[in-house]
Nanobody, 126 residues
Framework: QVQLVESGGGSVQAGGSLRLSCAASGYTRSTYCMGWFRQAPGKGREGVAAVYTGVGGSTYYSDSVKGRFTISRDNAKNTVYLQMNSLEPEDTAMYYC??????????????????WGQGTQVTVSS
């Protein structure tokens, strides 16, 4: 049984920083794609960032967070991190960790992701 456990959400003022963590367990594949989506009230789920856990560790970002957010991985801990800097009120959302077999179009196919975490709330005030 695959479990994804997120932590690190909270409230911060605009311009501040937060770091999210997601620890995976029970996934049988040795290499996979792990990343983050977010969903604001009344909006669809949006891909934020993803990283490949295999050789090379390619990373992927949505245009809305590129240059402000950084995704990283610790394969020994099966954990991925999302460092979020220069946060804006528009970043307010529930952030979900996700795992899939491949990073191919990962950020653009939230309806076809294998596994999800329970979500962690990020609130940015102006």
């Amino acid at each position: 049984q695959v479990q994804l456990v997120e932590s690190g959400g909270g409230s911060v003022q605009a311009g501040g920083s937060l770091r999210l963590s997601c620890a995976a367990s029970g996934y049988t594949r040795s290499t996979y794609c792990m990343g983050w989506f977010r969903q604001a009230p009344g909006k669809g789920r949006e891909g934020v960032a993803a990283v490949y856990t295999g050789v090379g560790g390619s990373t992927y970002y949505s245009d809305s967070v590129k240059g402000r957010f950084t995704i990283s991985r610790d394969n020994a801990k099966n954990t991925v991190y999302l460092q979020m800097n220069s946060l804006e009120p528009e970043d307010t959302a529930m952030y979900y960790c996700a795992v899939d077999q491949t990073c191919y179009s990962f950020l653009s196919r939230p309806s076809r992701i294998d596994y999800w975490g329970q979500g962690t709330q990020v609130t940015v005030s102006s």
